[in-house]
């Protein structure tokens, strides 16, 4: 006794085809809120940077990166020298600079 063999064949879902490019949109979708959310501010954040370090000139106070507090002495094209205490100057590099103080800021602290 031999049972009949019978094939089922599988179809797709009526919505298969949409489903891939519901899946494109997510992932566009997914990378733009990325980009709003962390690579855009970022860029932002370099920009300012950038035009703040353009901006230096002597007599800014300035602290660095390590925390180092001091008044711009001089300013080169990559370098600045900065005064930290009377007759005592160190070079720094012009990115190493996180922050210019409002005037008169060393002179309070």
Known sequence: MTLPT???????????ASSGLSMILLMVALFGVMYFMTIRPQMKRQKEHRQMVAGLAKGDEVVSNGGIAGRVDD?????????????VKIKLQK???????????????
């Open 6 to 16: 019978t094939f089922v064949l599988a179809q797709a879902a009526p919505g298969a």
């Open 75 to 87: 300013v080169g094209e990559t370098f600045i020298t900065v005064e930290i205490a009377p007759n």
């Open 95 to 109: 990115s190493a600079v996180q922050q210019v103080l409002p005037k008169g800021t060393l002179k309070s602290s």
